[in-house]
């Protein structure tokens, strides 16, 4: 398995750490390193999973230099999305629980894969004036969210607020995400997978096959928000092009100091 997941056994629940340095930014390789690492967890018959982050940022969301770098390739641009919305459906079409240890930021496809999980834990910052926080910031730097990924914001904060949430593209900090259902549960930044663990243990408790087919249908909407015909990715990919998203992606550039 390449080391851009790196899979640790608790028992048997596997964690599958995002390693790709600084920023975990979710490019073709990771994700299809997702992909793998989540398909080799249920071929190795693992009770659930833990997906975690580095100390700090669970994932930048997608790699915008590298889908800048693409230029006008417009088959290799819709590749790049097609791989990171199939780790968000390989999540969310888990056939065994999995919980997000979101150590840190989590902004637009960190917020999306986050989202496709059972239960989410997130980290306190030791800073309070500078609390982590977790959001689909698309608008922020000139995207359009695809329906699917709003479906999953809806799903969990209901629609009006989600609404209000993706249009402004706003990061909301950790404890306001706990106060509107975004996340599940707060923790210190080194208990954050514990604590997702010690949240799965009591579901692994159960009848096994009552409890999962209960869970496949009760996350059956899930799985049909990242279905390709709620995406519209070469819709998505044209409007890429446009001259204010082109104009946003190259401020985010010169903030990230890459322009």
């Given at each position: 398995m390449?080391?851009?997941?790196?899979?640790?056994?608790?028992?048997r629940i596997?964690?599958?750490?995002?390693?790709?340095?600084?920023?975990?930014?979710?490019d073709?390789?990771?994700?299809?390193?997702?992909?793998?690492?989540?398909?080799?967890?249920?071929?190795?018959?693992?009770?659930?999973?833990?997906?975690?982050g580095?100390?700090?940022?669970?994932?930048?969301?997608?790699?915008?230099?590298?889908?800048l770098?693409?230029?006008?390739?417009?088959h290799?641009?819709?590749?790049?999305?097609?791989?990171?919305?199939?780790?968000?459906?390989?999540?969310a079409?888990?056939?065994?629980p999995?919980?997000?240890?979101?150590?840190?930021?989590?902004?637009?496809?960190?917020?999306?894969?986050?989202?496709?999980?059972?239960?989410?834990?997130?980290?306190?910052?030791?800073?309070?004036?500078?609390?982590?926080?977790?959001?689909?910031?698309?608008?922020?730097?000139?995207?359009?969210?695809?329906?699917?990924?709003?479906?999953?914001?809806?799903?969990?904060?209901?629609?009006?607020?989600?609404?209000?949430?993706?249009?402004?593209?706003?990061?909301v900090?950790?404890?306001?995400?706990?106060r509107?259902?975004?996340?599940?549960?707060?923790?210190?930044?080194?208990?954050?997978?514990?604590?997702?663990?010690?949240?799965?243990?009591?579901?692994?408790?159960?009848?096994?096959?009552?409890?999962?087919?209960?869970?496949?249908?009760?996350?059956?909407?899930l799985?049909?928000?990242?279905?390709?015909?709620?995406l519209?990715?070469?819709?998505?990919?044209?409007?890429w092009?446009?001259?204010?998203?082109?104009?946003?992606?190259?401020?985010?550039?010169?903030?990230?100091?890459?322009?």
């Amino acid at each position: 398995m390449t080391t851009h997941v790196q899979a640790f056994d608790h028992g048997r629940i596997r964690e599958l750490r995002l390693a790709r340095p600084p920023v975990n930014a979710l490019d073709p390789a990771l994700c299809r390193a997702l992909i793998a690492a989540l398909d080799a967890a249920v071929a190795g018959d693992v009770d659930a999973v833990v997906l975690s982050g580095a100390p700090g940022i669970f994932s930048a969301g997608l790699d915008v230099p590298h889908l800048l770098s693409l230029g006008d390739d417009r088959h290799a641009l819709r590749a790049a999305w097609g791989a990171f919305f199939g780790a968000a459906r390989a999540l969310a079409g888990l056939r065994v629980p999995v919980v997000a240890a979101i150590g840190g930021h989590a902004p637009a496809g960190g917020c999306v894969l986050s989202l496709c999980c059972d239960y989410r834990v997130m980290a306190r910052s030791s800073d309070p004036s500078r609390p982590y926080a977790i959001g689909m910031n698309e608008t922020q730097v000139g995207l359009a969210v695809p329906d699917g990924a709003q479906q999953l914001m809806r799903r969990v904060v209901g629609r009006h607020r989600a609404e209000r949430l993706l249009v402004a593209g706003d990061m909301v900090p950790a404890e306001e995400a706990l106060r509107i259902g975004l996340v599940d549960e707060l923790a210190e930044a080194e208990h954050v997978v514990p604590r997702a663990i010690a949240w799965l243990e009591p579901l692994l408790r159960l009848p096994r096959a009552p409890m999962l087919h209960t869970r496949a249908l009760a996350r059956a909407d899930l799985v049909q928000a990242l279905d390709p015909d709620h995406l519209h990715l070469d819709r998505f990919v044209e409007g890429w092009y446009e001259p204010d998203t082109q104009a946003g992606l190259r401020a985010l550039m010169a903030r990230l100091g890459k322009g």
